[in-house]
């Protein structure tokens, strides 16, 4: 069974920096595509980041520049460094990944709660 493991999430300042992580274990045989996504309270979910197999990434006009994503593959593992947080910044978390197992699937992880709070 797939596990997508997220970590990283906490409570920063204006301006501060976190880095979150998102490991996938089990039966995975390649993961092709990984996303970031987050959620406020009261929004929809929203895309963050992206990051395909072959390495090309795209941002939300909101976190270009400030954030950061990447990947290692031999660790079945995506990153995302935030820089110059801002209270908009603030929600809960997910990676999802797109991979191939016994079936190719979506897996989502279960999120991380940033908070960007003086």
């Known amino acids: 069974q797939v596990q997508l493991v997220e970590s990283g999430g906490g409570l920063v300042q204006p301006g501060g920096s976190l880095r979150l992580s998102c490991a996938a274990s089990?039966?995975?045989?390649?993961?092709?595509?990984w996303g970031w996504y987050r959620q406020a309270p009261g929004n929809q979910r929203e895309l963050v980041a992206f990051?395909?197999?072959?390495?090309?990434?795209n941002y939300a006009d909101s976190v270009k520049v400030r954030f950061a994503i990447s990947r290692d593959n031999a660790k079945n593992t995506v990153y995302l460094q935030m820089t110059s947080l801002k209270p908009e910044d603030t929600a809960v978390y997910y990676c999802?990944?797109?991979?191939?197992?016994?079936?190719?699937?979506?897996?989502w992880g279960q999120g991380t709660q940033v908070t960007v709070s003086s």
């Open positions: 999802k990944a797109e991979a191939w197992g016994p079936t190719y699937r979506t897996y």
């Open positions: 990051i395909s197999s072959d390495g090309r990434t």
């Open positions: 089990g039966s995975i045989f390649r993961i092709d595509d």
